[in-house]
């Protein structure tokens, strides 16, 4: 975008945050920046081994096949090329065993790697190993494939009609059907779903058809809710596919030694990419070590990273030497998950003063053609929690397509419920005229807001929620009334309209465990099972621990990133549950590690250890009198052996937790937790998001003057980088509202937008150079620190502001589906009502 | 195959002579430039067609490096798997991220477009030969530090060298200018407001400790 006149304005000064703390809410620099900006910092890619093969994927050339004979014999002849890796190669679907002892049946429609029935363009069929990538590359080049080509579909309404293509051979849409004797949804199976030819009559009149779903709940009284509303709209809105694009590829480099394999790849967990990878291999966990120091970037595509990288584990066995596989950005594109794509339809009763009385809510997800995404569920919960309608019912239905998988991606289905109901609300606002910031506040979730279907006659309900006060905050931050009075205003072809939207997410989970160990130098190192994916929660959360113990951090070590390292249970980074979950975690850590110091105490020099408090590196009689150093207490530590050095873990901790206070046994005061803190409700976090656009209506194009984020996230443990998620989750939104899609060829299944070029992420120049954000610092009330996640919060915040924004400028009749375009805006401007096809997938 | 792409060693490498040096190599174009092929490797097996690999000398963080390099091979191909350079990321393979930027003669290029053999007897930097033998850090590097710049970091060799090359023509920039003048580099954490504080940090640092 450019024609930018912008003020230049100096940053705001940070707010002062973690009042009365020494550590929490402060600045610091995390222990893994220094490599990082030196070039130091190996990820998977950078990693090389003495004598490693290089391997490159034969790719799907068609939407959905099978593939009938692989001729691979002048490949194979080719000097340098070592081995073949086909989907026959690949161990039979592990069944996974949950830590309360049930297993759950390995799904017969699960994604494995490699196929000999490929269901999207660019799955990979094959692999080939050779001595460098350019043999491995040819060696693809010369194999010869027989496929028969099968049906396939591209967008979710094309299989839903009467008589319409199927995706997997055995259906099209996710069900959970109840299995008999059991009391909830079992697991997920594919099965066929098709609408009658009555339901789709609304398409022709641009209008979601909304045929029979599996999955519907409902609570309160919809229909006195519309018949008491004072306005009720019936809109449709399409959100978009966005592939996660990640700088960082899938890249995976792995070898065995004695019958254990090494894997290198980036991934956001690293304690719990470990059984996720010993599954996909189908071998023992005790036989998977796993390196992932720097990972770079995943917002959910590499929870516990991709099965992909089995590839490079399986053809280093069959080799018997080490392996790389580096993907490629194309490659990236097809086997690198996206956000699915929702049609969705809302009929949203208001007051007059604009309470929601009643929402009707229906969505189509677009899953892809692999495991079940949670999106279409998620996004029913997420709006009935923000905005608190009096009469809900949500319908969804989760469609399997031939187009790349998808995965859950920051914010996953918040961002597509709220991108299709914030629409719907600034317009109720203009019809009703009542204010944006004020409709919004009087149907904000407050304190123990409820949400989601009843559950034996019940909604659940949030712990806490604080979103007024930070709507309120980021109102006047912005300056939101005197911008009002001045927008929309025209000035020449620009035209300048501001926006505001609620969002929120998931916030944190718990039960995990933490681990310590204070060695005899009195240094402590916390080890660290979280993921280093660029959040800073893998260092941040023991910033808690280190406070209760009143250590300064310069004599904290944070041990991260490989699973010999004796790592303790601990959550997957996803979700945005690490801070809060690891932080709780921490805490019980650090006062399990006070009471040890204490009765070491108290054995030593008497008394009760009840009597001894510990804080600045000692452990002391209350009011004076004998203590001792951390370091000394270390040393006691061994010498008492049993629970204080490691030789005993507490008996509830994790077995995962259990081997690695084993490992650590004797080296100082070992002390390990699980966090078994109260929680009442659900922990979410809300922001308020607001923006200012300038379109000019002679080319359509837009850029964004000013943009704001106002979080109630809890309390604040790391100020820089919580305003790193703050405003990067928010341009990670803004990116589905100015210009991020997939494009696909309908006729042939082909992907357009394979490159960053065609799907571009905000660049520097799409974002205001001075960008805001607050945080209300309000601790949770339900969590021992206080504080709660923030990755996924702010996304939906990010693109509705900016939808909102420019319907402020433009009008209502303008778009009906994210992204908006130059060409959106000229097309729509000119005719005078929305010019692009209201519901096609991909366009 | 012809002699005249290497011994030319254009001033500039543009994306013409980029894929004029490619396509003479003979080899194929759609791919080969950002395969890795090293002959080292080999075992002493015979290669499948003529791709000869030429022993050149080139200049990089003010040490004269020999090294073996095909005709089609990329600079950020030499730096990452023949020289051990792995700061230098490559995040798109062409031209579109901007995470394999170091700079040529202190002007900033994409190593992932630039022709190995093109930059002899030119000075190369990368991420690596930003700090000081004795470990101290370049203003541009400690003014990330200072701010805590980048989330995941792959992008961030790429925005420093960018920086510090933008940073020759214009000491003193605005937030606006700086921004423009790194705009070539894709941050995809999106972290553009904190990179930003933190490379202006960086321009103070460097106006600092000239001035001392």
């Known amino acids: 975008m450019d024609n930018k006149k912008v003020v230049e304005t100096a940053k705001t000064a940070e707010r002062p945050y973690g009042a009365g703390y020494k550590l929490i809410g402060k600045n610091y620099t995390t222990p893994d920046l220094y490599a990082k900006v030196t070039g130091q910092a190996k990820y998977a890619e950078d990693f090389r081994a003495d004598g490693m093969l290089f391997c490159k994927l034969l790719l799907s050339p068609m939407p959905h096949a099978r593939v009938k004979r692989i001729h691979a014999d002048e490949a194979l002849a080719m000097p340098g090329v070592k081995a073949i890796l086909t989907a026959n190669d690949l161990p039979a679907p592990a069944d996974t065993l949950t830590d309360n002892g049930t297993v759950i049946k390995a799904s017969k429609w699960g994604e494995r790697g490699l196929t000999n029935e490929p269901v999207y363009q660019g799955e990979p069929i094959l692999a080939v190993a050779a001595v460098d990538e350019l043999t491995a590359a040819e060696a693809i080049e010369k194999m010869e494939i027989d496929f028969e080509p099968l049906p396939f579909v591209t967008d979710p309404l094309d299989t839903l009609r009467p008589g319409g293509p199927n995706p997997r051979t055995d259906g099209n849409v996710w069900t959970r059907p109840t299995a008999p004797g059991s009391q909830g949804p079992g697991a997920p199976v594919v099965t066929e779903l098709k609408w009658t030819k009555a339901d789709f009559s609304e398409l022709a009149k641009g209008r979601l058809p909304m045929g029979k779903t599996p999955d519907e709940w409902s609570y309160g009284d919809l229909d006195s809710g519309f018949k008491n509303a004072a306005l009720v709209l019936d809109e449709t809105f399409v959100t978009p596919d966005t592939s996660h694009q990640t700088l960082e590829t899938r890249s995976a480099m792995a070898y065995w030694q004695n019958g254990k394999v090494y894997i290198h790849t980036g991934t956001q967990s690293t304690a719990q990419t470990l059984p996720a990878i010993a599954r996909w291999l189908n071998i023992s966990p005790d036989n998977v070590v796993f390196i992932s120091e720097y990972t770079g970037g995943g917002f959910g595509s590499k929870i516990t990273g991709g099965v992909s990288m089995i590839i490079a584990a399986l053809l280093a066995k069959k080799t018997n030497t080490p392996v790389m596989m580096r993907i490629s950005r194309e490659e990236e594109t097809f086997i690198g998950r996206a956000r699915p794509g929702f049609q969705g339809r809302m009929k949203v009763g208001f007051s007059k003063e604009g309470r929601i009385t009643a929402l009707d809510m229906f969505v189509i997800c677009d899953n892809g053609p692999y495991d079940a995404v949670g999106d279409a569920p998620s996004s029913g919960r997420i709006v009935s929690l923000l905005y608190q309608p009096q009469a809900m019912r949500w319908r969804g239905v989760t469609v399997l397509t031939n187009t790349p998988p998808r995965s859950a991606q920051s914010s996953p289905g918040g961002l597509q419920g709220i991108v299709i109901i914030e629409p719907i609300i600034a317009k109720a606002a203009r019809k009703l005229g009542v204010d944006q910031v004020a409709i919004r506040r009087i149907n904000c979730p407050e304190g123990k807001a409820p949400f989601g279907p009843l559950l034996q006659g019940k909604q659940q309900y949030a712990t806490s929620a604080f979103l007024k006060e930070a709507l309120d905050r980021g109102a006047e931050q912005f300056r939101w009334s005197e911008r009002i009075a001045r927008s929309p205003k025209r000035m020449g072809s620009k035209v300048r309209g501001v926006g505001v939207s609620l969002s929120c997410y998931v916030g944190g989970t718990i039960g995990f465990d933490g681990l310590l160990v204070i060695k005899p130098d009195g240094r402590i190192a916390f080890q660290s099972g979280i993921g280093n994916l660029g959040t800073e929660s893998v260092m941040d959360v023991h910033r808690a621990g280190a406070e209760v113990l009143g250590v300064p951090w310069e004599k904290c070590d944070v041990v991260w990133g490989n699973t010999t390292k004796s790592l303790p249970f601990t959550c997957v980074s996803g979700g945005s549950q690490t801070t809060h979950a690891m932080t709780r975690a921490a805490y019980a850590t650090a006062m399990d590690a006070k009471k040890k110091l204490q009765e070491i105490a108290a054995k030593k020099l008497g008394g009760k250890p009840e009597q001894y408090e510990v804080a600045n590196e000692r452990v002391f009689r209350k009011g004076g009198g004998a203590g001792m150093t951390l370091a000394q207490a270390a040393k006691y530590a061994i010498q008492l052996g049993g629970v204080y050095d490691g030789h005993e873990a507490p008996a509830d901790v994790h077995k995962l937790t259990k081997a690695s206070v084993a490992a650590l046994a004797g080296q100082g005061l070992v002390a390990a937790a699980k966090d078994t803190y109260p929680r009442d409700g659900s922990t979410f976090s809300y922001v308020a998001s607001f923006a200012e656009v300038e379109v000019d209506i002679e080319t359509g194009k837009y850029y964004i003057v000013d943009f704001l984020a106002s979080g109630d996230v809890g309390t604040v443990i790391h100020p820089r980088a919580l305003g790193g998620q703050m405003l990067g989750r928010s341009t990670l939104g803004i990116g589905h509202a100015i210009g991020q899609k997939w494009v696909f060829d309908p006729h042939y299944g082909q992907m357009v937008s394979k490159r960053f070029y065609q799907s571009k992420p905000p660049t520097i120049l799409d974002v205001p150079v001075d960008m805001q954000w607050t945080a209300l610092d309000i601790p949770d009330p339900e969590t021992p620190v206080g504080a709660r996640g923030v990755g996924e919060p702010p996304v939906a915040g990010g693109c509705g502001s900016i939808l909102n924004a420019l319907s402020d400028a433009l009008g209502d009749e303008i778009f009906q589906r994210a992204p908006v375009n130059a060409d959106t805006i000229l097309t729509s401007l000119e005719a005078g009502r929305p010019m692009q096809h209201p519901l096609m997938a991909h366009i | ?212």
């Open chain 2, 1 to 212: 195959m012809t002699e005249k792409t290497s011994n030319d060693a254009p001033k500039a490498v543009s994306r013409r002579n980029f894929i004029k040096g490619v396509i003479t190599s003979g080899v194929a174009v759609s791919s080969a430039g950002y395969l890795f092929r090293a002959s080292t490797l080999l075992h002493g097996q015979q290669l499948t067609g003529g791709v000869g690999e030429r022993l050149i000398t080139l200049n990089v963080n003010g040490q004269q490096r020999r090294v073996d390099v095909m005709k089609q091979e990329t600079l950020a191909s030499t730096l990452r798997y023949k020289l051990g350079l792995t700061g230098t990321k490559l995040g798109c393979d062409r031209a579109e991220c901007g995470s394999c930027t170091v700079l040529i003669d202190d002007i900033p290029h994409y190593s992932c477009s630039v022709l190995a053999h093109t930059v002899r007897g030119r000075k190369v930097m990368t991420i690596e030969g930003l700090a000081s033998a004795d470990g101290t850090l370049h203003p541009v590097q400690q003014g990330v530090i200072d701010e805590q710049g980048f989330q995941c970091a792959f992008c961030m060799s790429g925005f420093i060298m960018t920086a510090v090359g933008y940073l020759k023509t214009n000491p003193n920039p605005t937030r606006r200018e700086l921004a423009n003048g790194i705009s070539g580099c894709l941050c995809r954490c999106q972290d553009y407001d904190k990179i930003l504080t933190a490379l202006m940090r960086g321009a103070e640092n460097s106006r600092r400790s000239k001035l001392g």
